[in-house]
């Protein structure tokens, strides 16, 4: 049995796809920190969002939604002057907005879970050919363009379609680990899942 590739770049990333990366995740305050963690990655490495992710949790009281959608300006200097912290104002801003727009959803729908994960029905998309040796992943399709432009429109920011198509794989609601990898039929055999076709993929 093998295991994705892109696990083997270090230890911190093979921690991260062997116990986190596709598991299905239906608890809001770790849905908004992955959610978070694919915004700040805009233009970045993930793995430089692996390496600052505790700089992250302190930052931002452990990505507690609640909190950060009541701070203030003088909360974004003190972020911005964290040591290894990633000195971006607007991306800070950001997930400040992205908070409040989070507490919006779940006013709508009960949680923020139950808003995305209706949009597979509660079940793990997999679709044909991935996983395949020798197929690509994309990084955006259909599903991901549908939620990118909703959640555009409920005011979220750094929410683009690749984005959302990484936070698919990353929650669970699309498993895209490779079919050798033990990660995949674990996953699999876990929850319940849902075959697709292809679905307006960009590669």
Known sequence: ???????????????????????PVHDDKKMFEHLMLECMQCGLSWDLMLKKREVFRSCFDGFDYDKIAEYTDADIERILNTEDMIKSPRKIAAVINNARCFQKVREEFGSFCDYIWAY????????????????KIPVSNGLSKTISKDLKKRG??????????SHLQACGIINDHDETCPCYERINAANKTVNKRKDMEVY
């Open 120 to 135: 597979s029905g509660n079940k793990t998309i997999l679709y044909s050919g991935h996983g395949k040796l020798g197929e």
């Open 156 to 165: 979220f920011k750094y929410v683009g379609e690749v984005t959302i198509y």
């Open 1 to 23: 049995m093998g295991f994705c590739g892109w696990a083997d770049v270090n230890e911190r990333n093979k921690i991260y796809h062997d116990n986190e990366w596709g598991v």
